[in-house]
């Protein structure tokens, strides 16, 4: 039910809190009956719906009972860390390692606010410690797998996202992100079968097949690949990657209208897609429309792409 106020609907958190503060001490009512742990959980089903200000605010409630309540400062971070508000993401995470130093969730979620300011040997740091303090600490592999890759280092990358599975055969996540790395050294039935472990996890998860059909395209099993990007899109029609790479399919199938319509949505969906361009002004090009091609080839390369730089010297005259 939606509370309606000068017509417009309220979002759920406003919500939220507009109840609580309609009924007789909610808040009371919630620290009497349940404990912190319990508190801890109802946040992370707000976190896990993406409610994330709903989160917040059962994060915080158990600090009411207990102002030393190492999770709870954590659990906040992880709130700051998924709104890109890094400064405070750090302070929350400063303040549940001071209370508690062996605590390694808050070392993961302060190895996730360095990894997304690109500080990646703190962020390596900070998960090295979470493991030290919890080997079987998947999401830590996960994560530190990925710092790893963004340096460069694949083999301790991959080492680790083995060591992701292994500490959680039911991680989706490390499946698929192990898959890419099998199909990075070209081993791609063990790539496929980490794929398929991923998906029949998570068979809603719409970049999973996405990867999966960059895979078969790799193994040049073309028509598993179309049916694997029809089935990303028919999950989330707002992933621009799958448009963009059944484009590719498409233009072998010489459906050239259909290519240039999935080239069109996947720019549409994310205007900065470079690929998209330089790839849509190659098929202008087939196509002999030269001033629209070397319109894209311009934009590609406003988007960094040397090689559509390339293109437009030779192409573009003007």
């Not at 797998?145 to 490390?174: I, M």
């Not at 897609?273 to 030269?290: D, E, H, P, S, V």
Request: proline share 2%; with cysteine; charged share 25%.
């Amino acid at each position: 039910m939606y509370l309606l106020m000068n017509k417009f609907l309220l979002p759920s958190s406003i919500l939220l809190i507009i109840i609580f503060l309609s009924c007789n001490n909610p808040i009371k009512n919630i620290l009497n009956t349940n404990s912190k742990e319990q508190i801890i959980e109802k946040g992370d089903m707000h976190f896990d719906a993406k409610n994330y200000d709903s989160a917040f605010f059962y994060y915080e409630l158990p600090l009411r009972i207990d102002s030393n309540f190492a999770i709870s400062y954590a659990k906040m971070a992880r709130v700051k860390s998924i709104q890109k508000d890094n400064n405070n993401a750090m302070i929350y995470c400063k303040k549940s390692l001071e209370i508690d130093p062996k605590l390694p969730m808050a070392y993961f979620f302060r190895g996730n606010v360095n990894y997304d300011s690109k500080h990646y040997e703190e962020a390596i740091n900070d998960f090295d410690k979470a493991i030290y303090l919890d080997k079987t600490y998947s999401l830590a592999y996960n994560n530190r797998g990925l710092v790893y890759k963004q340096l460069g280092k694949f083999d301790k990358a991959f080492k680790d996202f083995t060591s992701s599975v292994n500490s959680d055969t039911s991680s989706a996540l490390a499946h698929n992100n192990r898959a890419i790395e099998y199909k990075r050294k070209k081993d791609f039935a063990s790539a496929l079968n980490d794929y398929n472990k991923a998906i029949s996890i998570k068979p809603n998860n719409a970049y999973y097949y996405n990867n999966r059909g960059n895979l078969f395209i790799d193994w040049k099993r073309f028509d598993e690949a179309f049916n694997d990007f029809n089935k990303a899109i028919g999950l989330d029609d707002n992933l621009a990657e799958a448009y963009y790479n059944r484009s590719f399919l498409k233009i072998k199938k010489l459906d050239i209208e259909g290519a240039m319509a999935d080239l069109n949505k996947a720019i549409n969906i994310k205007p900065d897609y470079t690929n998209a361009f330089f790839n849509r002004g190659l098929l202008k090009m087939r196509m002999n429309q030269i001033k629209e091609a070397c319109e894209d080839m311009k934009k590609s390369e406003a988007l960094g792409n040397k090689v559509a730089a390339n293109v437009s010297k030779e192409i573009c005259r003007d």
